[in-house]
């Protein structure tokens, strides 16, 4: 059994090394050079080379090799196909802000959550990622963004903000999602504020409870998509096991627990949940509360049947709730030429499941 040493804390890593008899500020170096993505223990130059060659004998630095690049002729958001170790395959996007760049990672290879609309669970869940897996989509960009800045000679460019909304359910995942968490905010680690990564959810409950108190800095997104049982039901089918009403009494709590405005996601579909009925619902729905709406034109995925209701309904939409006092915006469509919706890329090359 190879051990990635990559899902492992310092701590646990400084224990690995005690465990040969090795000393543990070895654990330190080794992390400088995991986290400047280094994968191969034979570069890692200030090991001895008999601790080069006894940690590459039962461990391993989670390394995915990048299957396919597609970059935006339109605003330069760049898609990963990253291939894991298993041949499962993931899917991880990169983009430009204002801000600094931001990545969405994906969280499992495939997805069980089954939503009507979405890409990545056609073909059902393969399996769960690992910490280290999910680490290692930030870090291997990491390493591109630091290569092509030092080729043209500038500041390398750095991932400033995380995502997790790319392929699965990341609380479908809690114990991996939370160990990422963990090493990505770790000052070893990725050294990133907590407050600049974002978990997305298609809304199970109990987990919604858990991370408020484990993580109260993470920001929460809740995918909503309706605001009746029966329109979200046929959309999401985990709304029969959470109904609107207990996600939206989660969503509260944790607002009041955090006191962090929560998102809720709104791809909006032509007849499904577009109407001045479904608005009322969801203003009924959200009004008072401490949170945002992020309007997506629905990605139309082939098979599906579902059209997007078009940018202007979705800018309507958003007049409309804002008047009624609710904060919404209209999420830019970044990398549309590029099938930068979740799981396409992934689903149109035929890997995983
Ligand atoms: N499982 C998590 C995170 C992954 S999906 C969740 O459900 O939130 C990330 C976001 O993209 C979710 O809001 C999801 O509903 C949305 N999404 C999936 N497929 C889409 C599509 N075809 N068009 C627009 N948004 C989509």
């Known amino acids: 059994m190879m051990t990635d040493i990559l899902s492992l804390?310092?701590?646990?890593?400084e224990e690995l090394l005690k465990s040969k008899g090795e000393p543990a500020y070895r654990a330190r170096q080794i992390f400088q050079w995991m986290y400047r993505g280094v994968t191969d223990f034979a570069d890692m130059k200030n090991l001895p080379a008999a601790l080069r060659a006894k940690l590459a004998e039962d461990c391993v630095v989670c390394s995915p090799e990048i299957l396919a690049e597609q970059v935006s002729a339109k605003d330069g958001t760049r898609k990963y196909l990253f291939g894991l170790s298993d041949g499962n395959a993931v899917e991880t996007v990169l983009m430009r802000y204002r801000y600094g760049w931001s990545v969405c990672v994906s969280s499992q290879a495939g997805?069980?959550?089954?939503?009507?609309f979405c890409a990545s669970t056609v073909k059902g869940l393969a399996r769960s990622l690992t910490a280290g897996e999910i680490l290692a989509q930030v870090i291997t960009i990491n390493r591109l963004l630091a290569e092509e800045g030092s080729a043209e000679g500038g500041e390398p460019a750095r991932i400033s903000h995380i995502v997790v909304m790319g392929t699965g359910e990341?609380?479908?995942?809690?114990?991996?999602?939370?160990?990422?968490?963990?090493?990505?905010?770790?000052?070893?680690?990725l050294g990133l504020s907590?407050?600049?990564?974002?978990?997305?959810?298609?809304?199970?409950?109990?987990?919604?409870?858990?991370?408020?108190?484990?993580?109260?800095?993470?920001?929460?997104?809740?995918?909503l998509h309706?605001?009746?049982?029966?329109?979200?039901?046929a959309l999401m089918p985990v709304n029969r096991k959470y109904p609107v009403a207990e996600v939206i009494e989660a969503a509260k709590n944790h607002a009041s627990k955090t006191g962090r405005r929560v998102t809720f996601e709104y791809a909006l579909t032509a007849g499904k949940?577009?109407?001045?009925?479904?608005?009322?619902?969801?203003?009924?729905?959200?009004?008072?509360?401490?949170?945002?709406?992020?309007?997506?034109?629905?990605n139309k995925v082939d098979g599906t049947g579902l059209e997007t209701s078009g940018r202007k309904r979705a800018e309507e939409f958003r007049d409309l709730l804002e008047k009624a006092g609710i904060p919404a915006t209209v999420r830019r469509e970044l990398g549309s030429d590029i099938d930068a919706a979740c799981g396409q890329l992934r689903l149109r090359k035929g890997e995983g499941v």
């Open 111 to 116: 997805c069980r959550m089954g939503c009507r």
């Open 226 to 233: 309706a605001a009746t049982d029966e329109k979200r039901s």
């Open 170 to 189: 990341p609380f479908d995942n809690y114990e991996n999602l939370a160990r990422f968490i963990e090493l990505a905010s770790a000052k070893e680690g």
């Open 273 to 298: 949940n577009d109407t001045e009925a479904d608005l009322k619902a969801l203003t009924g729905l959200l009004k008072g509360m401490l949170c945002h709406v992020n309007l997506i034109p629905l």
């Open 9 to 13: 804390s310092i701590k646990e890593l």
């Open 194 to 223: 907590r407050r600049s990564i974002t978990v997305s959810t298609c809304g199970i409950v109990p987990m919604i409870e858990r991370f408020g108190d484990e993580y109260p800095q993470v920001n929460l997104a809740i995918s």
